[in-house]
């Protein structure tokens, strides 16, 4: 911000993945706004003001924050990971040149495409999508299955890695309208207080959040299987479902991804959890609303030795008096009200 102030400039370039993207719509909504501090503008339409011309380069397939309206801010004194929303923190011009992305090691490449591959699921499974976003997030898919193992395998590929950039923006498209969900909030706090990177804690949580949906969803991603191209129009519902889950695990193995966060410290829960489940009611349109107790479970998942998971999934859980046995027991249905909440 003083670079841009003490040298007259009249445009802000972020150039680099998502952090960089986001700085740079950052330092662009101070300047527009120099007496608002950023955590002020956390949440939604606080911005409010046209940034200076504001261009994004971005240098891994992921973010999609070229083309969102999302800035992510982490807060070096609490740890707290915080968005920012509004219009005008969108990009003006998106420059998608997959060579800028040829250098990018395959695990970040892994990561940053599951990343991508995230927004478009979370897009497509939430509660408040449009024609648009439904297309721009299958399309999405469609690209990420067709070409992240290439742009892994062989990162001097340049078509792969131009259809990545362009499975990114598409995704990017899609949230930027219908949001993201409990993947992303519980990615983001632990990106706050452990650092970890965010491509990684979503494609470590994505198979399991989409489990502890439930049926509820699994309409939703049989249509992702077809896209993905591992099932056709015809299979039952719940066996793409199923198909499309496994088949994002076996990805994960396939990049070296594993099942846990061991940053996670048990006393950390608590706060964990109540900052993922502020972030995302009522502004993620969830397809299953959980309340912050309920959230508290995942990251005691992501903590255990694979041998100990089925035994918490087999616990039942006691709510309103009422013990549920089965694992969607876990999670409380959505029902229209808070439907109409979270519908935006
Ligand atoms: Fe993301």
């Given at each position: 911000m003083e670079l841009y102030l003490d040298n007259g400039c009249d445009c802000i370039i972020g150039f680099g993945g998502g952090s960089s993207m986001d700085c740079a719509k950052a330092v662009g909504a101070r300047i527009a706004?120099?007496?608002?501090s950023l955590a002020k503008m956390k949440g939604i339409l606080k911005v409010h003001k046209k940034l200076p011309l504001l261009m994004a380069v971005p240098t891994t397939a992921g973010t999609g924050s070229e083309t969102t309206l999302a800035a992510v801010i982490t807060d070096a004194q609490t740890r707290h990971k915080y968005a920012i929303n509004d219009f005008p923190l969108i990009p003006r011009y998106a420059v998608l040149d997959p060579k800028v992305t040829l250098s990018l090691p395959p695990f970040i490449t892994a990561t940053t495409g599951m990343d991508a591959l995230t927004h478009a699921v979370e897009a497509y499974i939430g509660?408040?999508?449009?024609y648009g976003t439904r297309k721009d997030a299958l399309l999405a898919v469609k690209l990420i299955f067709e070409n992240i193992d290439t742009a892994y395998e062989d990162g001097s590929n340049v078509e792969a890695r131009r259809n990545m950039l362009h499975a990114s923006f598409y995704a990017g498209c899609a949230f930027t309208k219908s949001y993201v969900g409990y993947i992303h909030a519980i990615a983001h706090s632990l990106g706050g207080e452990y650092n970890v990177p965010h491509g990684l804690a979503n494609a470590v949580i994505l198979p399991m959040l989409l489990e502890a949906y439930g049926t509820k969803i699994h309409k939703k991603l049989s249509r992702l299987a077809v896209a993905a191209g591992?099932?056709?129009?015809?299979?039952p519902c719940e066996e793409a479902a199923g198909r499309f889950i496994q088949a994002i695990k076996d990805m994960k193995k396939r990049f070296g991804i594993g099942d846990h966060i061991p940053e996670i410290q048990e006393t950390d829960i608590p706060k964990l959890a109540h900052y993922a489940d502020k972030e995302a009611n009522p502004l993620y349109p969830v397809p299953v609303l959980m309340d912050a107790s309920e959230l508290e479970k995942f990251y005691h998942l992501l903590m255990e030795e694979p041998s100990e998971i089925s035994e918490i999934l087999e616990t039942p859980t006691v709510s309103d008096g009422e013990s549920k046995s089965?694992?969607?027991?876990?999670?409380v249905e959505k029902g229209e009200t808070e439907h109409d909440r979270a519908g935006n």
């Open positions: 706004k120099p007496k608002q509660n408040s999508t449009t591992i099932a056709e129009d015809e299979t089965e694992n969607e027991g876990n999670v």
